[in-house]
């Protein structure tokens, strides 16, 4: 089965949850790995069942990037804030890094998140348009 992992710094989360929303109903038919936080505030707003790391801070950016290394993730969409200086930087160089290692693919902005599920859906027979 699809396996996508959903991650966004806190300025970013409302993006994410309204991202999770307008693709809830493909979302509802993939695993979903998540960050913490992330993970529970989707959870919350759409019902979808997400699997929660640690938060991005505690290690669940390189928890998600384990599973990359580990070709358990098919997908990434990570919205993260670039104007806001993260404690967590270098685990999350780190997590790109991973992706691009084992090509997988990661998109860091919501029209590259669209790109990356429209890609993955086909690959399942789903269209989303």
């Known amino acids: 089965m699809t396996r996508i992992a959903l991650i966004a710094h806190d300025d970013e989360k409302p993006e994410m949850i309204d991202f999770a929303e307008s ?17 529970q505030r989707i959870a919350e707003a759409t019902g979808l069942e997400v699997e929660r790391k640690q938060s991005g801070p505690l290690g669940g950016d390189m928890e998600i990037g384990a599973e990359a290394a580990n070709d358990r993730i098919d997908g ?15 685990d999350i160089s780190a997590l790109l890094r ?10 860091t902005t919501r029209t590259a998140a669209e790109y990356v599920l429209e890609g993955l859906a086909r690959e399942d027979g789903h269209e989303l348009g």
């Open 23 to 39: 693709y809830q109903s493909y979302l509802s038919t993939v695993d979903i790995v998540c960050t913490g936080t992330t993970g």
């Open 76 to 90: 990434i969409v990570f919205l993260r804030d670039p104007l806001t200086a993260q404690p967590h930087e270098p």
């Open 98 to 107: 991973i992706c691009d290692v084992h090509d997988t693919p990661l998109a």
